[in-house]
């Protein structure tokens, strides 16, 4: 898996879009973006995958660069539920070892 | 419903003995996976299986141990060898890849506790 880099906690007022950036520089041409979230105590929730076009479900959207080297998911009208962990990985859709997640960044959804 | 069932939810367990952590989906996934959690730590694979009768040892499989008898069950043995057991233990699965990925699901975990 390619190495992501997101930043480490970030704040959001409720109601508001939440937009959670991810750095992947060096994903290679045939590696997913990935985004799951975990909250405290329960295991990670999968929200959405991409691969070189933006894509869009019920949870969130992830727009993703036309060098794929970032990417931001957004979940357009965050509520209190939303705190969460958010994981980025870039990997191979496919592959057999699982996934490689680090410490993603940590949303706080502010009343 | 379909999904992946973990039990028990939380386990105590005493230094010295080994427990058994179930894993049941039944979602027709091939794969199946482990991973253990440390507190505001990330996931950490033990061990995978990718068909029944066969399984791969993670990056920390020391003090675990797997089976996979059946498609739709994947059981983790956390032995007396493993020396820091405490933590909250992940279980997950796959199916067969598809023209647009192959997203890997999650249990709702279980939390074992050494006393």
């Known amino acids: 898996d390619a190495k992501t880099t997101q930043p480490t906690s970030m704040d959001c007022a409720e109601g508001r879009a939440a937009n959670l950036p991810c750095n992947h520089s060096t994903i290679s041409g045939n590696e997913y973006v990935y985004w799951y979230r975990q909250i405290h105590s329960q295991g990670p929730q999968y929200i959405i995958h991409g691969l070189k076009n933006n894509e869009t479900n019920e949870m969130a959207s992830l727009i993703i660069t036309e060098d794929r080297k970032s990417s931001t998911l957004i979940l357009p009208h965050a509520t209190l539920r939303d705190t969460a962990v958010y994981y980025c990985?870039?990997?191979?859709?496919?592959?057999?070892?699982?996934?490689?997640f680090g410490k993603g960044t940590h949303l706080i959804i502010q009343p | 419903d379909g999904g992946i069932t973990q039990s028990p939810k939380y386990l105590f367990r005493k230094e010295g003995q080994n427990v058994t952590l179930s894993c049941e989906q039944n979602l027709n996934h091939d794969a199946m996976y482990w991973y253990r959690q440390d507190p505001g730590q990330g996931l950490r694979l033990i061990y995978y299986?990718?068909?029944?009768?066969?399984?791969q040892k993670g990056d920390i499989a020391e003090g675990y141990s797997v089976s996979r008898e059946k498609k739709e069950s994947f059981p983790l043995t956390v032995t007396s060898a493993q020396k820091n057991p405490t933590a909250f233990y992940l279980c997950?699965?796959?199916?067969?890849?598809?023209?647009?990925?192959?997203?890997?699901?999650f249990g709702e975990g279980s939390w074992l506790t050494v006393v």
């Open positions: 997950a699965s796959r199916g067969r890849r598809s023209s647009f990925g192959n997203t890997i699901y």
């Open positions: 299986s990718q068909i029944v009768n066969d399984f």
């Open positions: 990985i870039a990997t191979l859709g496919g592959g057999a070892d699982g996934l490689t």
